[in-house]
């Protein structure tokens, strides 16, 4: 490991440290605090997509990509029935006939494509943490949306650091070359391996407890891994078609919260299907 590589790793530890108990504490103590968070990593992150794509002369609606993400992303609080087609539809409407009629039509249709591209992936996809952080069971009460939010970071972060350290020690067989260079099959299967072992965890007697079988706990590691791995190449595809090697700097050795979603927004989504609609099925 090169002198700036380790820098780098510390300086992403010494982040972890910090931003992870104030992470622990905005999803225990629930509302609002936990959607205020979720709503400025949203707007944090949506501001950077349309930037980035702004940077390849692409004409996005940023300022109205931001507001309807951050509409999209507090969904979980409206009527959704009237809600979610509305904003849907004025997401579709309202960009394609603005860029219609500006001054410059080049790349007008792929700009309108990217913005309700950035709206849907950041604010669609993050409004299931809170959607999934509302959740009760008659078991554990509010503690299951809460743990739940819990497991989809916690074997988020597991997944990502045992395929980080294990595919730079022993990883031989590329993944994705064309997309990620330094991805390998054994940083994946190691990371398959992480989220399963965090996700037993949650079947154990402690505040953190979920109503999960072993099996079941096993199944849901298994596929936070294997989405979070996927959202994970997907955002690198993104970043190679812009190029650009992260979103920002904003978070020191991270990159930006658009690079900061990337896995995990595909667990929250996971974990939230798995435990309200799976879990009920498997009982």
Known sequence: MTWLETNLLKTRVIVSLIGIPVLIALVWFGEPWFTVLIAVWGIAASLEFFITVNHRKIPVLTGFGVLWSLLFLLTPYYNQDFAIPALLTTAIVLPLV?????????????????????????GWMLSYFILLRQQQAPEIGNDFGRNGVFLAFFATFASDSSAYLIGRKWGKHHMAPAISPKKTWEGAVAGVAGAMIISVLFTLSTPLQLPLSYVQALLLGLLVSICGQAGDLAESLFKRNMAVKDSS??????????????????AGVVVYYYLVWVLPLLK
């Open 249 to 266: 700097n904003v978070i020191p050795g991270h990159g930006g919260f658009l690079d900061r979603m990337d896995s995990v927004v595909f």
């Open 98 to 122: 603005y860029l219609l009629f500006r001054r410059s039509k080049e790349q007008s249709f792929t700009g309108w494509v990217w913005t309700i591209a950035g709206i849907l992936y950041i």
